[in-house]
Nanobody
Framework: QVQLVESGGGLMQAGGSLRLSCAASGTIASTNAMAWYRQAPGKQREFVAVISGRDSTHYSDSVKGRFIISRDNGKNTVYLQMNSLKPEDTAVYYC???????????????WGQGTQVTVSS
């Protein structure tokens, strides 16, 4: 069984910074793309950022220039450094990881449980 455990959310004033972590544990042979999504109250879940297995990154326009996604393959962990936070960044943040549980296994997608980020004005 694979589990994704997120941490680092909390309450922050506008302009501040937070760093989210998402660690994958269990039977893991390799990880592929690792991403962050978020869901604000009353809204659909939206893409935030992704980092490929070769460390190429892509961001949504709303966070580009403020957020940085990175990964530590040795720890099967993805991070999201969030700077210059705005009240509109308030949401539950979810990590999503594509991984193989065995070398010849299928690529499967897993979601974290979500971590709340609240930005006050």
């Amino acid at each position: 069984q694979v589990q994704l455990v997120e941490s680092g959310g909390g309450l922050m004033q506008a302009g501040g910074s937070l760093r989210l972590s998402c660690a994958a544990s269990g039977t893991i042979a390799s990880t592929n793309a690792m991403a962050w999504y978020r869901q604000a109250p009353g809204k659909q879940r939206e893409f935030v950022a992704v980092i490929s297995g070769r460390d190429s990154t892509h961001y949504s326009d709303s966070v580009k220039g403020r957020f940085i996604i990175s990964r530590d393959n040795g720890k099967n962990t993805v991070y999201l450094q969030m700077n210059s936070l705005k009240p509109e960044d308030t949401a539950v943040y979810y990590c999503n990881v594509a991984l193989q549980e065995s070398p010849l296994g299928d690529l499967k997608n897993y979601w974290g449980q979500g971590t709340q980020v609240t930005v006050s004005s």
